[in-house]
């Protein structure tokens, strides 16, 4: 195979000296096959990940078509869009083309709710060459008429998947009809469920499509392990785990924003410099959160998806799935925040009996088992096993009762998942025979109903 680099794709001296400053020596495989179909002015369709290079892959050919013949921004317009789920992608994006962009000339703001708008207008009235936004700030500036799409010949949309879970493909619908119909556009999207598929028939024409990870699939450098415990447990085990220094770089994904604060008031407790970051907290908050974390001052990001989504921080060494997310895709996503542009990450997660159906709609989504580990923490207490096997408990029949630990049991389970079946001594070798009796249902129903 041919080297290909950044230059070999066509682009621009500027730019170059931009990416080698950030040590970008080869182009990710998205980037290779995007930027010449975007630089002779193809629509495109990315299925991608973030952690892919998309940001590149779609910033450095827009940079570089809005610095050729550059003619200054008119009040209140903006030339390129780019849609954005959250405001944390939003800022990372517009920092991404800001990095690339930094030896032109051209003037770029991110807009995005949350905050006092007036900066916000202030910033666009002398206009723009790049605007990144969120869509519900972005839509009411436009009724306000502080922002004017007329002008607009570069849209992108960014993480569609996602602003259809958030419910704002509403907003972008409404925002793609005030754009120029003559115009270039691009849709990231990392799964490509029903509503996307449709939008990019209305908003793209006859585009590259450019798939980098098939659908749904998981990020392949990611080792993937799962503990089975006790909800009680989780906190200790988060601790045990947190005592090994190689875990230097954590984000522990929560699924409710009151307990990523508990978890990171946990840890703080336990001397663990963590921060909490999700959607009750300013977004000013959520920044200082983000910093402290990118910077290393926190050791430990506790976040909820929304808030998590698009983080890019580089080098996180450890995704702990605290709880597992109810949404599979979230489960893609999340892990996808370690092993990124090339380096190796590890995915850890809690599962306990209340999450064994999530884990079973993640592992038909990823297509694979994930590796069991055992855990060695002590006995519940029998108030705390009474608690934890509660309600689901079939049969009324005692099937935790062997004196182990109650969350590698699955005491309590839904009837036809992987929940209750045995699963084996939980102290056995942590490897791939500590997962077996879950993969291998087949096997483990028979065992079940002998038992
Ligand atoms: P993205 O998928 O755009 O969020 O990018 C993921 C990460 O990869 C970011 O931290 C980028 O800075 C980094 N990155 C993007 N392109 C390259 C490249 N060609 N070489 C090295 N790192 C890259």
């Not at 807009?111 to 972005?138: E, F, Y």
């Not at 005030?178 to 939008?199: G, H, N, Y």
């Not at 109810?326 to 599962?351: D, K, L, M, Q």
């Amino acid at each position: 195979m041919t080297d290909v680099t950044f230059e070999s794709l066509g682009v621009a001296e500027p730019i170059l000296r931009a990416l080698a400053a950030e040590n970008y020596t080869t182009p990710t495989p998205i980037q290779t096959r995007a930027i010449p179909a975007l630089m002779s002015g193809k629509d495109l369709l990315g299925i991608a990940q973030t952690g892919t290079g998309k940001t590149a892959a779609f910033g450095i050919p827009l940079l570089q078509k809005l610095s050729i013949g550059h003619i200054p921004p008119q009040p209140r317009q903006a030339k390129a869009l780019i849609l954005a789920p959250t405001r944390e992608l939003a800022v990372q994006i517009e920092e991404a083309l800001r990095t690339y962009g930094r030896h032109l000339n051209l003037k770029m703001t991110v807009i995005l709710g949350g905050v006092n708008q007036n900066t916000q207008v202030k910033n666009m009235a002398k206009g723009v060459d790049i605007l990144v936004a969120t869509p519900g700030r972005l839509l009411d500036l436009v009724q306000q008429k502080h922002i004017n799409l007329s002008a607009v010949n570069t849209f992108i949309v960014d993480e569609a998947d996602r602003m259809l879970d958030m419910g704002f493909i509403r907003d972008v619908r409404k925002l793609v009809a005030m754009l120029p119909r003559e115009r270039q556009s691009m849709l990231f999207s990392a799964t490509m469920p029903d509503d996307i598929v449709k939008l990019t028939h209305d908003m793209l024409r006859q585009p590259e499509r450019i798939e980098v990870a098939p659908q749904g699939k998981t990020a392949d450098r990611v080792e993937q392990k799962m503990y089975f415990v006790p909800t009680q447990q989780k906190r200790q085990l988060l601790s045990e785990l947190l005592k090994d220094v190689s875990l230097n770089k954590v984000i522990v994904f929560t699924r409710t924003k009151h307990g990523a604060n508990k978890v990171a008031e946990h840890l703080s407790r336990t001397g663990v410099v963590a921060e909490a970051i999700h959607g009750n907290k300013s977004q000013n908050a959520r920044q200082r959160a983000l910093d402290l974390f990118k910077t290393g001052k926190a050791r430990v990001l506790v976040a909820t998806d929304i808030a998590a989504r698009g983080i890019d921080v580089d080098y996180i060494t450890h995704v702990i799935n605290f709880e597992l997310p109810n949404e599979p895709e979230s489960y893609v996503h999340r892990i996808g925040r370690t092993a990124r542009a090339g380096t190796e990450g590890i995915a850890i997660s809690f599962c306990d009996a209340s999450e064994r159906s999530y884990l079973r709609d993640i592992e038909r989504i990823i297509r694979m088992k994930i590796e069991l580990v055992a855990h060695d923490l002590p006995e519940l207490t029998a108030e705390q096993r009474q608690q934890q096997e509660e309600p689901r408990r079939p049969h009324g029949h005692n099937r935790g009762g062997h004196g182990k630990p109650g969350g590698h049991k699955g005491g309590g389970h839904k009837p036809g998942g992987r929940d209750g079946l045995p699963h084996g001594d939980p102290h056995a070798p942590a490897k791939r025979n500590g997962s077996r009796p879950h993969w291998q249902r087949g096997k483990d129903k028979k065992r079940e109903s002998a038992a």
